[in-house]
DNA sequence: GAACTCTAAATTGTAGACAATATTTTGACG
DNA sequence: CGTCAAAATATTGTCTACAATTTAGAGTTC
């Protein structure tokens, strides 16, 4: 199950830094504010500076880090108000995804979705390392709905921008302490209505879903 | 009146083929689908072929340009389906925008936009080249509201990927013959909802009036 | 005459060297 | 001792050259 959306198989040097880099920064070992060294970088991934300048200028455009000309360029570190406006365009974006999603979603998308809710509810009594793949699965709910909108900027927008932002964020976010049962019992209304095609519900319901996620964030 | 959303002093070389590229393609100069060379575009910039393939990257995260490797860039060639993808997506970004300026607006900024209105209620009744001016008006009015939502991450989303999609086709649809009309009436309305800080109200008519010019995008 | 193959030209990807700018260190002065 | 200034260092921006891949075209074969 690749997470990923459809990566397109890293052909050029600048496309494997990229994901290379990329991976350190959302995993946390290159944490926010870390100063990214052009020739540090590149001898440590064993490339010229040339690719890896691109690969940073597409991690920029993806905000996961930030360039000052001349400069150089660090780990992007949101404050709290930034983290905030993260989840206020996904409940945007996300609402839309969902409202589409609901208008061009196939019987055995939605089947899919039930079929990876079940999944998670299994692991939802298990041992603490569940939490983990819970986590990752969330996302694939997320991932999937985007996918469903058959709107390729709509879902690039969120899968390629905003959810790295959320990862790289979400672990040093304390939060969901038995948020764990509530956020499957309003993905499982999701897929209802998605099952429905219900577009306006879909939404709504989506949009209160990130909305709750959000209000999460100013609790810590 | 910069209508780009404070373009940061183009210091680097990069920076300033990237403003000039885009300008040749959002100008219909560059039409869609035309190959661009980097030897080529390089010379015509007096510039190295290096800056130029950072320009050229910065527009393919723009969506101006698509990239193959080892293939070329060409400009984006948007199918009708991308199209109304493009509104879409600036249904749900403005309408959240639209929300939160609602509730962040200073009453400094709704009495800049009724004059914006009134400067094109003024130009409606002009003359044929007044209707160029109107279209960047046009532009102009919801540049501001983005930048009203105190979202810097939408309001990029916005103003620096999808506006310019927007503004590149929208030359192309023949559309809005005594539209203009309606489409000042529903702005001021919008204005009026922002004054009030009536959140939902706002989005609601944002939503309907970017759905309107969606639904134009069908009868070409 | 159409289709395939192989060669040659053109274009993109990458590496290394140099120039320009920022940062740090060192020293002097108040 | 702190602060400012200037040189030394390091880092980024840019250019040129080379390698790898794609594309165009000539030639051949069916």
Redesign the pocket.
Known sequence: MSLTLDAPAA??????ALQAIQARIVSGELAPGT??????L?SEH??????L??AIRRLEARRLVE???????TVVCLTHEQLLAVYETREALEGMACRLAAQRIEASEVAALHALLDQHEQALGGAAEARYLQEEGDFDFHYRIARASRNEILASMLCDDLYHLVRMYRRRTPGDHGRGRQALAEHRHIVDALGAGDAELAELLMRRHVAAARYLLNDN
Do not use: H, M
């Not at 052909?11 to 494997?16: R, V």
């Not at 100063?35 to 540090?40: A, I």
């Not at 360039?67 to 360029?73: D, L, W």
């Open positions: 052909i050029t040097l600048a496309d494997q100063k990214l060294s052009e020739g540090e590149a064993g490339i010229s500076r040339g690719p300048r691109e360039v000052v000309p001349n400069a150089g360029a």
